[in-house]
């Protein structure tokens, strides 16, 4: 069945393939029509998500403001861009660090709130002795050895991970500053599920990226 398409979408299918031959060009060589794709996505997906923030962040923000704080946002909108030139560089030092510290904060506080406290308490709720007890019930003996055994595992696995980042070490005459042996060996064990991690998300990248090339030369 022949689907009708608009002079618009010819184009873009066009233009979709000639872009991805352009990007799988690299796998020869890195060449010029491989940087001018990257160049062209790099730049479309900036204006882009300039664009998005400016329609759905930033405007919606300044509309209703009262003439005080409108006049604070366009006074530190001008120390910002003060930045933009090495002799007035200083004067947008404060709103530079404004920006930084609370882009910091934020983050920081989000990533404690959302995502460190939650995997805090979700993995030791796996050595809640009712959810052992409730699994044994469920499923017997063997389920309930092979819960503690996952539960054993994502416990090494994080403080093997924990440890693996740990750069302390303690200095010694005429040698380079080593780790302990016990922070050693725990890393190496770290390192090992550091790498599947790696293996899993590229191959969920590589994938991804594999259906949508399948479903782009299908279109063609």
Same mark, same amino acid.
């Given at each position: 069945?022949? $689907?009708?398409?608009?002079?618009l979408?010819?184009?873009?299918?066009?233009v979709?393939?000639v872009?991805?031959?352009?990007?799988?060009?690299?796998?020869?060589?890195?060449? #010029?029509?491989?940087?001018?794709?990257?160049?062209l996505?790099?730049?479309?997906?900036?204006?882009?998500?300039?664009?998005?923030?400016?329609?759905?962040?930033?405007?919606?923000?300044l509309?209703?403001?009262?003439p005080?704080?409108?006049?604070?946002?366009v006074?530190?909108? $001008?120390?910002?861009?003060?930045?933009l030139?090495p002799?007035?560089?200083?004067?947008?030092n *404060?709103?530079?660090?404004?920006?930084?510290?609370?882009?910091?904060?934020?983050?920081?506080?989000?990533?404690?709130?959302?995502?460190?406290?939650p995997?805090?308490?979700?993995?030791?709720?796996?050595?809640a *002795?009712?959810?052992?007890?409730?699994?044994?019930?469920?499923?017997?003996?063997?389920?309930?050895?092979?819960?503690?055994?996952r539960?054993?595992?994502?416990?090494?696995?994080? #403080?093997?991970?924990?440890?693996?980042?740990?750069?302390?070490? !303690? *200095?010694?005459?005429?040698?380079? *500053?080593? /780790?302990? /042996?016990w922070?050693?060996?725990?890393? !190496?064990?770290?390192?090992?599920?550091?790498?599947?991690?790696?293996? #899993?998300?590229?191959?969920?990248?590589?994938?991804?990226?594999?259906?949508?090339? $399948?479903?782009?030369?299908?279109?063609v």
């Amino acid at each position: 069945m022949l $689907v009708e398409m608009t002079l618009l979408q010819v184009i873009g299918l066009l233009v979709s393939f000639v872009l991805t031959v352009m990007v799988l060009l690299y796998a020869f060589d890195d060449n #010029v029509l491989f940087r001018v794709a990257v160049y062209l996505f790099v730049g479309v997906a900036a204006g882009y998500a300039s664009a998005v923030a400016l329609k759905d962040v930033i405007l919606p923000r300044l509309i209703g403001l009262q003439p005080t704080q409108l006049l604070v946002v366009v006074l530190w909108i $001008v120390l910002l861009a003060m930045k933009l030139s090495p002799r007035t560089a200083k004067i947008g030092n *404060p709103a530079a660090g404004l920006l930084v510290g609370v882009g910091a904060a934020v983050a920081i506080g989000g990533a404690i709130q959302g995502t460190l406290l939650p995997q805090v308490l979700a993995s030791t709720e796996l050595f809640a *002795p009712s959810l052992t007890q409730q699994t044994f019930q469920a499923g017997g003996a063997g389920q309930a050895a092979g819960y503690v055994l996952r539960s054993l595992t994502i416990l090494v696995g994080t #403080v093997a991970t924990l440890a693996h980042f740990h750069f302390g070490a !303690k *200095p010694a005459p005429n040698q380079i *500053p080593q /780790r302990s /042996r016990w922070i050693e060996t725990i890393s !190496k064990v770290g390192e090992v599920f550091i790498a599947l991690t790696f293996g #899993v998300i590229f191959a969920g990248v590589f994938s991804a990226a594999l259906v949508a090339m $399948v479903e782009r030369l299908a279109l063609v």
